[in-house]
């Protein structure tokens, strides 16, 4: 009986270490988050996805942008408390997908959103959309 206890135990760690993992489409979600909440904006650009590429030039503008923008609107709600994953809905033969989440903020408001996400190379980033 322990032995299946046991063997039960670490199938559910496996699984949930699996379901949580970065590289898939609801962990690029809340990674992202985590990083914007930690002020790591460099980092969170590199998990966009833009067609075109990116310019060293156009990513420094946008971690300005993050920088001025982005931690004035989080800040006013508290911050990020935590993503909460609703519903990940597979694409295009499980290389695309679309996200529902909701974001809770440390004053106690949260907002729900939508992040379609894709596959490249074998690493899931979140569309920008450009």
Do not use: H
């Amino acid at each position: 009986m322990k032995k299946i206890l046991s063997i039960l135990s670490i199938a559910l760690v496996a699984v949930m270490f699996v379901s949580c993992s970065k590289n898939s489409p609801e962990g690029v979600v809340t990674q992202y988050y985590a990083l914007v909440q930690e002020g790591q904006y460099e980092e969170a650009i590199d998990l966009l996805y833009f067609k075109k590429g990116l310019s060293d030039k156009d990513k420094q503008q946008l971690v300005t942008m993050f920088r001025e923008k982005g931690t004035k609107e989080y800040d006013k709600k508290g911050g990020i408390a935590d993503v909460v994953i609703d519903n990940v809905q597979m694409e295009e033969g499980d290389e695309s997908a679309q996200v529902n989440y909701t974001v809770k903020y440390g004053d106690g408001s949260a907002k729900s959103d939508k992040s379609r996400v894709v596959k490249v190379d074998g690493k899931w980033l979140l569309d920008s959309g450009k």
